[in-house]
């Protein structure tokens, strides 16, 4: 069975990321290939019931270790439950955040050891790595601006509350991860107008697709 696509979408608050896996899936499919969306925290059951104690705050009392404990224990569930099994079958998945939102979140501004946040990372990943990163990048005033507006009245979560200089510094994490790893990660200006973004995305996922092999055909999930 040829191997499946799985690409993931970075970013910081309000970038768009979910506006556009969303049209990437619609596109997919009509092509008749079946695809997966999902996202972190969350996408399995497991990982669902922790990501509502990270994203409301319950676990920030204890420090940056313990949230990025709780993210790897939803993301290796995340990965063996759905994630993994999903690439084996050809399926294309599309994952809202991953293994960078880690390193950026609780790594860069959460101030954890380098060493530490690689050692959980290779445990929960497993060796399963993104085929194809897409980070879109928006100015954080921006982004913010653009969250506030969406979540109307309801209240801000854990992240999106933080200060503008923190959303600055992780804006600077995730472009220095596409300049890491440039095989892996594209940067796409997400200040655009959402049809921009759009094709450019399909253009570069379509190319992707093809050099990883292609993904299985069937209908779509």
């Given at each position: 069975?040829?191997?499946?696509?799985?690409?993931?979408?970075?970013?910081?608050?309000?970038?768009?990321?979910?506006?556009?896996?969303?049209?990437?899936?619609?596109?997919?499919?009509?092509?008749g290939?079946?695809?997966?969306?999902?996202?972190?925290?969350?996408?399995?059951?497991?990982?669902?019931?922790?990501?509502?104690?990270?994203?409301?705050?319950?676990?920030?009392?204890?420090?940056?270790?313990?949230?990025?404990?709780?993210?790897?224990?939803?993301?290796?569930?995340?990965?063996?439950?759905?994630?993994?099994?999903?690439?084996?079958?050809?399926?294309?998945?599309?994952?809202?955040?991953?293994?960078?939102?880690?390193?950026?979140?609780?790594?860069?501004?959460?101030?954890?050891?380098?060493?530490?946040?690689?050692s959980?990372?290779?445990?929960?990943?497993?060796?399963?790595?993104?085929?194809?990163?897409?980070?879109?990048?928006?100015?954080?005033?921006?982004?913010?601006?653009?969250?506030?507006?969406r979540?109307?009245?309801?209240?801000?979560?854990?992240?999106?509350?933080?200060?503008?200089?923190?959303?600055?510094?992780?804006?600077?994490?995730?472009?220095?991860?596409a300049?890491?790893?440039?095989?892996?990660?594209?940067?796409?200006?997400?200040?655009?107008?959402?049809?921009?973004?759009?094709?450019?995305?399909?253009?570069?996922?379509?190319?992707?697709?093809?050099?990883?092999?292609?993904?299985?055909?069937?209908?779509?999930?």
């Amino acid at each position: 069975m040829t191997r499946g696509t799985f690409i993931t979408f970075e970013g910081g608050e309000g970038a768009g990321k979910s506006t556009q896996i969303i049209q990437l899936a619609e596109m997919l499919r009509k092509q008749g290939r079946t695809v997966i969306v999902t996202r972190e925290p969350g996408g399995s059951p497991g990982a669902e019931a922790i990501r509502h104690v990270l994203l409301s705050g319950a676990a920030e009392p204890f420090g940056p270790a313990m949230e990025a404990i709780l993210f790897a224990a939803a993301r290796s569930d995340h990965v063996e439950q759905v994630i993994r099994p999903a690439v084996e079958r050809g399926d294309v998945v599309l994952c809202d955040r991953f293994m960078d939102s880690s390193r950026v979140y609780q790594g860069v501004t959460g101030n954890l050891p380098r060493d530490f946040m690689e050692s959980l990372e290779a445990v929960t990943v497993n060796a399963l790595l993104p085929d194809l990163t897409i980070i879109l990048d928006v100015d954080p005033e921006e982004g913010l601006r653009r969250a506030t507006a969406r979540r109307g009245d309801e209240t801000a979560d854990r992240y999106e509350k933080e200060t503008l200089e923190v959303h600055r510094r992780r804006r600077k994490a995730f472009l220095d991860i596409a300049k890491a790893e440039p095989d892996r990660c594209v940067v796409i200006d997400a200040t655009q107008s959402p049809k921009k973004v759009s094709k450019q995305i399909a253009s570069i996922v379509t190319d992707r697709i093809q050099q990883v092999g292609g993904a299985g055909k069937g209908t779509a999930a």
